[in-house]
């Protein structure tokens, strides 16, 4: 009977040496343009997360990450209407969009042995992906119905990534309100978000 010469199996790292050009090859055609696209989609995300209550950002802008809901705050309701909306319009012999708006009907309800008065909100519109945004002017809210109304400028639907498609803004509200406890009034300030993907306003302006 002949002897029979056994070849020990190739490793994983004499493999990678024998094919390293292929794989670096390989590596530039598919593994990194993946991985600059799933980055560019990250970092779309992450960063139109963020929003500032500021009409133009300096060092000392405030981001906010962490919003809730409206009917989240203990001390009361805050309700919202997306009452109107109007979609802005080319200016005659430029390129510049004017006229838009999203007009809201808020209000709130105190709750149950709390005492609360002072609340106002300052409104954003922004919209998720791409850096689409408005803000508003503060506005006062009371236990009846107040309007409060952003200019938009924005055509949309947009489509910043592939497979990305942005129909509406979110509304993002500052709320400021002052809470009296022990006979001390306390200030207290809110982040709300307002999702308008969902929904459609009671009346859209031709």
Avoid: C
Wanted: hydrophobic letters at 40%.
């Amino acid at each position: 009977m002949k002897n029979q010469t056994i070849e020990p199996k190739a490793s994983f790292w004499s493999w990678l040496h024998k094919n390293r050009l292929k794989v670096v090859v390989l590596a530039f055609v598919i593994i990194i343009p993946i991985a600059l696209i799933f980055t560019a989609y990250i970092g779309s995300y992450t960063t139109n997360r963020k929003v500032n209550f500021d009409v133009e950002q300096t060092d000392e802008t405030v981001y906010v990450k962490k919003f809730m809901n409206p009917d989240e705050i203990d001390a009361f309701n805050l309700f919202i209407v997306w009452s109107e909306l109007k979609h802005p319009v080319i200016i005659a012999g430029t390129e510049e969009l004017s006229g838009g708006y999203y007009k809201f009907t808020m209000y709130y309800e105190v709750s149950e042995n709390y005492t609360v008065k002072n609340v106002s909100v300052t409104p954003v519109l922004q919209t998720d992906w791409t850096n689409l945004r408005s803000v508003g002017t503060s506005v006062a809210l009371s236990t009846f119905e107040k309007p409060v109304t952003v200019a938009f400028n924005y055509l949309l639907p947009v489509n910043p990534l592939l497979f990305v498609s942005v129909s509406e803004p979110n509304l993002y509200l500052k709320v400021q309100y002052t809470l009296t406890t022990g006979g001390n009034d306390v200030n207290f300030i809110e982040y709300v978000k307002f999702s308008l993907g969902e929904i459609n306003p009671l009346n859209v302006v031709s």
